[in-house]
């Protein structure tokens, strides 16, 4: 009969270590999916439309448009300060679009450097006069990238864009050797903004 009574004894007591732990799990996966640390659905937080993280781009760029299916979407620039900020804001955005959404598509690429002439052109006249066809070249640029059949037509468009700009701004030290710096560094900006989209054909392959 002891033997009968430990046995049904042990027998209550792992039945109720069972039961405690099931209600401790329970209560974990309750307190988890409340904190908001549990797994999200498809439109839970951190989901986007393109399949890409949420980003934050620079001053001169509007991020609900970032990375999702209206594409770049740039600030227009103060009409008052320094135009060289305001061509650096916009470089750096649109910089930080192309690398950030892993723009490697031809049609990506054109499609942010027409926005970035957009915007370039209301910078345009308060450039040195040599500098003011800035937007036109990158313009130009971004539609032979657009229609280029290859990715190294495309590349060679951005090159040579970049090169012109390089002409501009070495007519602008001669003109005004004492303020080249001040005077050119928009230029220098536009320049960094096709390396950069040059270097995002090159990641993505063949075009």
Same mark, same amino acid.
């Given at each position: 009969m002891r033997s009968i009574s430990l046995q049904?004894?042990?027998?209550?007591?792992?039945?109720?270590?069972?039961?405690?732990?099931?209600?401790?799990?329970?209560?974990?996966?309750?307190?988890?999916?409340?904190?908001?640390?549990?797994?999200?659905?498809?439109?839970?937080?951190?989901? +986007?439309?393109?399949g890409h993280p949420p980003i934050t781009l620079g001053p001169g760029a509007d991020s609900l448009g970032a990375c999702g299916t209206g594409g770049l979407a740039l600030a227009p620039a103060s009409p008052s300060g320094d135009a060289g900020d305001a061509v650096? +804001?916009?470089?750096?955005?649109?910089?930080?679009?192309?690398?950030?959404?892993?723009?490697?598509?031809?049609?990506?690429v054109a499609d942010a450097l027409d926005r970035y002439?957009?915007?370039?052109?209301?910078v345009a006249p308060r450039l040195p006069k040599e500098l003011q066809e800035m937007p036109e070249v990158v313009a130009r640029a971004a539609r032979r990238v657009r229609f280029a059949k290859t990715k190294a037509e495309a590349i060679k468009a951005l090159n040579q864009a970049a090169a012109l700009i390089h002409?501009?701004?070495?007519?602008?030290?001669?003109?005004?050797?004492?303020?080249?710096?001040r005077q050119t560094r928009s230029g220098v900006f536009v320049v960094d903004t096709l390396n950069v989209a040059s270097l995002s054909l090159e990641k993505g392959g063949a075009l």
């Open positions: 049904c004894a042990a027998r209550a007591l792992a039945a109720a270590l069972v039961l405690a732990v099931f209600a401790t799990c329970a209560h974990a996966a309750t307190a988890a999916g409340a904190s908001g640390h549990g797994p999200s659905g498809p439109s839970g937080p951190g989901s +986007s439309s393109g650096k +804001s916009l470089s750096r955005a649109t910089q930080d679009y192309i690398k950030e959404c892993r723009c490697y598509a031809q049609d990506c002439a957009e915007a370039l052109a209301a002409k501009d701004m070495t007519l602008v030290r001669a003109e005004d050797p004492d303020t080249q710096q």
